[in-house]
């Protein structure tokens, strides 16, 4: 595979560069394949080699360039050098190439782009992925998406490559805005309304004592007091707060499971009440907990020690915020985990929360914030995103995700329902929910995380184009070219028979997986996965035009068959990297 090619051509510059192969494969990479052709497979960069120390800065890269070509011969492997502008450019035997790319996708399975020299020494641990993170007693927000379906690709990509992860749902449970929403409901709420719509009826609770709590101080200062009685453990108070987050955790989990997404803990805000009151009195031991003029308890965050940067963690009527329980929280994971590595998952708004977050608790000597995997990682990350705009239904401004989920699903019933192609399925609400849910996560992860973005329902759910309809469609159209060959006895390979140039684009491609797989473990950046499986599909697509598999010699329908069922492979194990659940019909 990819590694063998790298190694090979790694070895010959070792020895010209007086270097060691291991140092010089991660610095050899597959040329990106365009819709021009590519004719050569593998280049490394000549400033690339100079950054290294590999070899010595003297004349233009150019000419270095020139120079260190001119060293390199051809053999079995390599059949062709060339100089690129400040690169030296491969070509690999052809035959080789297309025998060990089916070889490695036929063995390696799930595993294949990961099981690749690339990774070998690549840290692993115990790795936390806090993500989503509804409030309680309310519904799921259409905001709430991304940090879902994000969170879920970063748990997914550390897991494939061995980490052991734990995936947290801290959910917004405690606070002020908790205290409103108890003092409004002992006004008005319902409990024939509760049960019969139990999140609705909570919003509408919410809303409303929200607006009267606008105009009326006294409702402002019930909601107050009704959390100064939860945080001093009012019997009732909390059993009524247990009994919304229990609705809430029940109600969450039909989405979540809609979403083919879990968590292996339900946490929240007010598992750490307790434990802030320990936080607090260490913050005072150690001389770091100070007060405003206006009672507020502060950390000073500032260089020179003059609270021209701090962080609040006790209000002045004595309750707790936010960053004080996240405090105990991440002090907590360390002392029941012992994890190599955290992640956040929330949006760019809570950048500054985040910054709070870890300054305190290097201040307060946790120095295990910074640094991990032998200095390879953050130990503590935040990973922030943008908006999404235009995010609207059908039913109006207030965008719920259920709502935007069945808005996908209904347009991907009535868009199949429509077209020529669309097979039989035994269950087509299932795969249009599945095909809906593609839609929705390619659209979020095309673009960089960190940006705004806007929504587009039409070009969301077009079949054509980067989205995640074409992705479902094309592995469809695979699968029904396998099935129509599946009770046919596979005969042995021949890579002669994959010398096409429509092949080679689809085998140089796959040769690409691990480095773009390795790519998204260091930035956790998804759209190297989808710029990658979209282009994927695209060669697939003119090569299943062009390549026919019916009608063909029984050795060349074989060698094609295999090919498009290795593409889909590799498709599948993308997609399911991504979050997305592959459909085989459609």
């Not at 229990?246 to 109600?251: A, G, H, M, Y």
């Not at 609040?312 to 960053?323: C, E, I």
């Not at 300054?359 to 953050?378: P, Q, S």
Request: with cysteine; proline share 2%; glycine share 8%.
């Amino acid at each position: 595979m990819a590694c063998l090619f790298r190694r090979s051509i790694a070895a010959q510059l070792s020895k010209v560069l007086g270097t060691s192969t291991e140092k010089l494969i991660p610095m050899v990479s597959a040329v990106p394949v365009s819709k021009k052709q590519q004719t050569l497979d593998f280049r490394i960069s000549v400033n690339s080699v100079l950054e290294k120390g590999c070899l010595r800065s003297g004349s233009t890269v150019q000419s270095q360039a020139r120079q260190l070509s001119e060293q390199l011969t051809c053999d079995d492997v390599v059949t062709e050098i060339a100089v690129g502008q400040g690169t030296i450019n491969f070509k690999v035997n052809r035959s080789l190439l297309a025998e060990l790319v089916m070889q490695e996708i036929s063995k390696k399975g799930s595993k294949y782009g990961i099981e690749s020299e690339l990774f070998q020494g690549y840290p692993c641990g115990r790795v936390i992925v806090e993500f989503s993170s509804p409030n309680i007693a309310k519904k799921f927000h259409a905001g709430h998406l991304r940090s879902t379906i994000i969170g879920n690709f970063i748990a997914n990509i550390k897991q494939a490559l061995g980490n052991d992860v734990i995936r947290i749902n801290y959910l917004g449970d405690w606070g002020t805005q908790f205290g409103l929403l108890g003092a409004g409901f002992q006004l008005f709420g319902s409990e024939v309304k509760l049960k019969a719509n139990p999140l609705q009826h909570l919003f509408e609770v919410y809303v409303e004592v929200n607006k009267m709590a606008e105009t009326n101080e006294d409702i402002h200062k019930a909601g107050q007091e009704f959390f100064k009685k939860l945080e001093g453990g009012d019997e009732h108070s909390l059993r009524l707060w247990q009994q919304f987050r229990s609705i809430s955790i029940e109600e969450y989990k039909k989405i979540y499971q809609r979403l083919g997404v879990h968590f292996d803990e339900y946490s929240g805000e007010s598992f750490y009440q307790e434990k802030t009151q320990e936080i607090l009195w260490l913050l005072d031991q150690k001389g770091l907990l100070k007060k405003t003029m206006q009672g507020t308890g502060v950390v000073d965050l500032s260089p020179n020690g003059d609270l021209s940067a701090y962080a609040k963690v006790l209000r002045p009527d004595g309750t707790t915020l936010y960053l004080t329980r996240d405090i105990a929280a991440a002090i907590d994971r360390m002392e029941k985990y012992n994890f190599d590595q955290m992640i956040y998952v929330t949006d760019k708004e809570q950048c500054s929360h985040f910054q709070q977050l870890f300054g305190v608790l290097k201040i307060m000597g946790y120095n295990w914030t910074e640094r991990a995997f032998t200095g390879h990682f953050c130990r503590c990350r935040h990973v922030p995103f943008g908006l999404v705009k235009g995010m609207k239904t059908r039913k109006g401004d207030v965008v719920f995700l259920e709502d935007v989920m069945n808005e996908a699903r209904s347009r991907m019933l009535q868009n199949m329902a429509a077209s020529k192609t669309t097979k039989e399925l035994e269950d087509p609400e299932g795969t249009a929910e599945k095909v809906g849910v593609a839609a929705l996560i390619i659209q979020d992860f095309k673009g960089p995380l960190l940006s705004d973005y806007e929504f587009d329902w039409d070009r969301v759910l077009q079949s054509h184009g980067d989205t995640g309809v074409f992705l479902q469609y094309t592995h469809a159209r695979l699968c029904s070219l396998q099935r129509t060959f599946e009770n046919r006895i596979e005969e042995q390979f021949n890579p002669a028979c994959l010398q096409d140039p429509q092949a080679i684009a689809l085998l140089q491609h796959l040769l690409r997986y691990d480095e773009v797989l390795f790519q998204v473990s260091e930035d956790l950046q998804p759209k190297h996965l989808v710029n990658y499986l979209i282009m994927l599909s695209r060669l697939a697509s003119i090569a299943h035009r062009t390549l026919h598999v019916k009608g063909s010699l029984s050795e060349v329908a074989m060698a094609r068959y295999l090919l498009f069922k290795g593409t889909a492979s590799v498709l599948s194990n993308g997609m399911k990297l991504l979050g997305i659940t592959p459909v085989e019909k459609m």
